[in-house]
């Protein structure tokens, strides 16, 4: 039993001890007999496998202890074979977030994680299981929270309405008496459309929320142009498939194909190059994990508020539907409650 401590206020006290995601080994599509599928798969798992390894290094260099959960399948019809169909292991934050001192689990995820978070400390996780998405009744589906909608700044927690509800938030005030409900609507992952950098100093998308209510005096640096409208062609492609790009058996798939060819033909150096990520990582006050090094916009306020960006190559963010901050949890940050506002 590792009993590490969790210890999270805020995303931008030094990071010291971090969950990274893991991705399927490159021997999962083996059973897929068709090249023009496999291929592609191939190419993808490995650069992302590649990725990984070198966002470990960044972690380690810097300092931070870095966790990752074995991935439990390791070919794709042994995946299939599953009544319910379980996450992979890549993105831990959509399914737990620590508040302060504990952990809390959102919903049912991966159970390699579960089991990886348990090992680390399991004295100071909250587990509720009506919270469990996959176990829901009608009697319990008033019950809703989602790890990723909620965000830890100081003394309060910003959760968004559209994905809570307030019995939900009733259970937070509960366990977590030490943190102030700020609600807020977004309607989506509060990390995919802002971002608090430091103390004063957020990155945004347009329109995401009145800032100068919820964060009076902050600095915030809008990027009307870095939303899903600009990989609109993409997400249409990707829901014609519904899931079904890995899937044997789909040989003679030909939108399939053609949406694994377009995949990675037209939108990986598109998205890398033009998207900047509003999901990030950061590391201290002064150091921001980046998909995207070279937006000038980002780059001048990074510098005008002390931040130097760290650049992390992560090509297939759209393909595996996750950033940087996605694919990662914060356990053990260095700081203290305080308040911020």
């Not at 008033?142 to 910003?158: S, W």
Request: charged fraction near 25%; include cysteine.
């Amino acid at each position: 039993m590792h009993m590490g401590a969790y210890n999270i206020w805020n995303k931008w006290d030094k990071l010291e001890t971090v969950l990274l995601g893991s991705c399927h080994p490159l021997e999962f599509w083996d059973n897929i007999k068709s090249d023009k599928i496999r291929d592609p798969l191939l190419r993808i798992t490995e650069e992302t496998l590649q990725e990984l390894d070198y966002f470990k290094s960044v972690l380690k260099d810097f300092g931070c202890e870095v966790i990752q959960t074995p991935t439990l399948y390791d070919d794709v019809e042994n995946w299939m074979d599953k009544k319910s169909l379980p996450r992979n292991s890549l993105q831990p934050r959509d399914a737990q977030l620590v508040m302060g001192e504990k952990l809390l689990f959102t919903q049912m995820d991966n159970p390699g994680i579960m089991k990886t978070l348990r090992e680390y400390n399991s004295k100071d996780i909250l587990l509720e299981p009506k919270f469990f998405q996959n176990h829901f009744t009608d009697k319990d589906a008033e019950m809703f929270l989602a790890a990723p909608c909620m965000t830890v700044v100081g003394d309060k927690v910003f959760i968004d309405t559209m994905e809570s509800t307030p019995e939900g938030n009733l259970l937070v005030a509960k366990h977590f008496p030490e943190f102030e409900i700020v609600p807020v609507t977004i309607g989506g992952h509060n990390d995919s459309c802002f971002h608090t950098l430091k103390p004063g100093v957020i990155l945004s998308l347009k329109d995401i929320q009145q800032y100068e209510e919820t964060f009076p005096g902050w600095d915030v640096l809008y990027l009307p142009d870095q939303s899903w409208d600009k990989v609109e062609e993409w997400s249409t492609i990707k829901s014609k498939t519904r899931g079904k790009w890995w899937v044997p058996g789909e040989e003679h798939n030909d939108e399939l194909i053609n949406f694994v060819d377009t995949w990675l033909s037209d939108w990986v150096g598109y998205v890398e190059e033009t998207v900047f990520d509003v999901n990030v990582l950061v590391l201290d006050e002064h150091h921001v994990c980046v998909s995207n090094p070279n937006n000038e916009q980002v780059n001048a306020f990074l510098k005008k508020h002390k931040m130097e960006p760290v650049h992390i190559p992560w090509r297939h963010r759209y393909f595996w539907d996750g950033g940087l901050h996605c694919i990662t949890l914060d356990l053990k940050r260095q700081g203290k409650q305080r308040s911020y506002f």
